[in-house]
Structure formats: C-alpha cells, structure tokens
C-alpha cells in the first residue's frame, strides 16, 4: 500500500504571500494518478489538479503543480483570503484504489 | 451541470446498519464509477468505496467484510451499508464522482462532490 504524507501539517501564511504544500509518496507513482484538493470549513472537498498538474476548470491560475516519482508540490502564487482551507493530495491506484494524503491546513498568519 | 443528492439516518446504536443512498442529477449516470468518502470529525478523509452502473464495485480493504454499495440504475442513485457499526464510524460521509480526462494519458479525479452527510454512533 502506497502511503502519501504531506507536509507541512500547518502552514501559517499572510494574503500575497506564496505557500508551497508537498505531498510525498512512499514509492514511487505516476504523476497521471496524484491529484489535489481544496476542502474549505464545513464544504465538501473541491477539486484543484489532477494529473499533478492541470487545473480543474474554473480554478484560478494561481494554483498551479508540480513534480514527479515520489515527491509533488502544489504552489499557491499569492494568497487571496478564500485560499486558506485544507489541501488534500490523493493517488488513484490498484489497492486500495484510492488513497489520501493527511492534508496540509493553510492558515492566516 | 451533476449534482449529487445524499441522504439518510444520522444518529445510530453501536451494531446498527449505516445506510446512505445518493442520487445523481445532471446525467452521465452510465458513463463514471461513483464512490463514498469519509472524515471523521476533525480528521482526513478516507475513501470508502465505489461502483459503476453495471454493479462492479472496489472496496477499501479495511472496510471489505462490513461494507456493501449497491447501484440502482432506474432511479441513477447508489447506496452505501455498512453493517456493525462502531464509534469509529462517527464522520461525515461524501459521495462523489469519478471522472477520467486523456490527452496524451488517463488521469482519474472525483469533480462532483455532494455535501456530505453526517453520521454519529453513539
């Protein structure tokens, strides 16, 4: 089984600045297969990237990602004060077919 | 534009049955697997389960054993039962859809999300 771990568990942030979450594999994955996720307090999750790196529709540009293997990284440019949520990384797989990562919380500094 | 509909009972007895039904609306019923997601309170979440219009389903081996989702096409709604339910259980509860998109590769995501229902034992 395949565990994600993201890091940092907190990041503590102003509105402008840039946050940078990393989702780490135990081995190594296809980038096709890592996808991220917003889940605001009290929303369901909302989908970012998939394919580690193509923005869903409507999500802004500012969201972007990257990376490859074992080790992803979603890049928030600047901050606007609906971006501070909980970012969730995920792998689609064989077993289980679908895994999380722990979540990284993006608060206001 | 989907939209998925869930519902179903929120306060439950240790051993008792988990049963929530979603309903999908939008169509594009035939065409996704549609699975169940978990968080239990102040935690992550955890993939439950998930089925296609045909019946096939793959379940999180941790819940194989208790868990049973079932699809019923005429009404493009599937419904999740989780029998002998504990504490553990207590979370929040998603269904969602699964979508592929190819360019030069297949990639998976869930884009449609329901609002979740909240499940107590106690």
Known sequence: EIVLTQSPGTLSLSPGERATLS????????????VWYQQRVGQAP?????????????????????????????????????DFAVYYCQLYGSSPRWTFGQGTRVEVK | QVQL???GAGLLKPSETLSLTCAVYGGSFND?????????????????????HAGSTTYNPSLRGRLTISVDTSKEQFSLNLKFVTAADTAVYYCARVAGHYSLYYSYFMDVWGKGTTVTVS
């Open chain 2, 32 to 52: 996704h697997y549609w699975t169940f997601i978990r968080q239990p309170p102040g935690k992550g979440l955890e993939w439950i389960g998930e089925i296609n």
């Open chain 1, 46 to 82: 909302r989908l970012l990237l998939y394919g580690a790196s193509s923005r869903a529709t409507g999500v802004p540009d500012r969201f972007s990602g990257s990376g490859s293997g074992t080790e992803f990284t979603l890049t928030i440019s600047r901050l606007e004060p609906e």
């Open chain 1, 23 to 34: 989702c780490r594999a135990s081995q190594s994955v296809s980038s096709n297969y890592l």
């Open chain 2, 5 to 7: 509909q869930q519902w």
